[in-house]
């Protein structure tokens, strides 16, 4: 994973020192800002491959550095996020405003490494690939896979980062059933146990903003004791 660049803002010296070293250890070129304001000054100047963010920060505090990149970047850059275990409502907001991953406090090193690496491949291959179709269309819903926007109907939805790349997946794949270990190594990146609640959250969230009734889906079918299935009629007009 050579030439790679990552900004890391996180206001502890300690976590930083520590976060930086290992990523340093698997080649990974690190910039460390303590301050938000300073880490959002940055971004303005350099391009990165991922920004890791505290939400705590003095200046600019994390969800409105994240606000800023999801909404002012030209390019899309994929962010980790750092969180306090009792800050679930935080977690909540930065998943809203399109962190693609994130990890509560105290966490493993090791995890941390594991989940960088695994948003810098799917970064990767999603670069490296050109979609086969810019727009896909089925009956009730559009997906315009270079602008990551949806449209239901005519009405544009607001989708996560991390919904889209879910709907993405399933759009490409119609009538596949996934289970939820399949899911989470496809679209996260990872498959590790224990996580299968990250896929339930995440399809149900997107159901409430794809389905006219999210209590019974048309799109996003639950195929009992196996996984999910993205059950639509392709529009061919």
Not at 71 to 86: D, E
Not at 125 to 141: E, H, I, W, Y
Not at 201 to 227: C, Q
Request: glycine fraction near 6%; avoid cysteine; aromatic fraction near 8%.
């Amino acid at each position: 994973m050579p030439d790679k660049k990552i900004i890391l803002i996180e206001d502890n010296k300690d976590i930083s020192q520590l976060v930086k070293l290992h990523l340093n250890d698997i080649g990974l070129s690190v910039d460390v800002f303590m301050d938000g304001t300073e880490g959002w000054n940055s971004l303005q100047n350099k391009q990165y491959d991922l920004v890791i963010l505290d939400i705590m920060l003095p200046g600019m505090d994390g969800l409105e550095i994240l606000k800023n990149i999801r909404f002012k970047a030209k390019t899309y850059t994929p962010i980790l996020m750092l969180t306090s275990r009792s800050s679930e409502m935080d977690r909540v907001l930065g998943l809203e405003l399109g962190a693609d991953d994130y990890l509560t406090k105290p966490f493993s090193l090791m995890e941390l490494v594991a989940r960088v690496k695994a948003l810098l491949r799917r970064q990767d291959a999603m670069t490296a690939v050109t979609p086969k179709q810019k727009m896909l269309s089925f009956t009730g819903l559009t997906i315009n896979t270079e602008s990551r926007e949806v449209l239901k109907q005519k009405d544009k939805l607001e989708l996560t980062a991390k919904e889209f790349d879910l709907l993405l997946h399933f759009a490409r794949h119609p009538g596949q059933v996934f289970g939820r270990m399949q899911l989470l190594d496809k679209v996260w990146g990872y498959g590790h146990e224990g996580y299968e609640h990250t896929v339930n959250s995440h399809i149900n969230r997107l159901r409430g903003k794809i389905e006219t009734d999210p209590a019974n889906p048309e799109f996003i079918k639950t195929v009992w004791g196996v996984g999910y299935q993205f059950n639509a009629q392709v529009n061919t007009e």
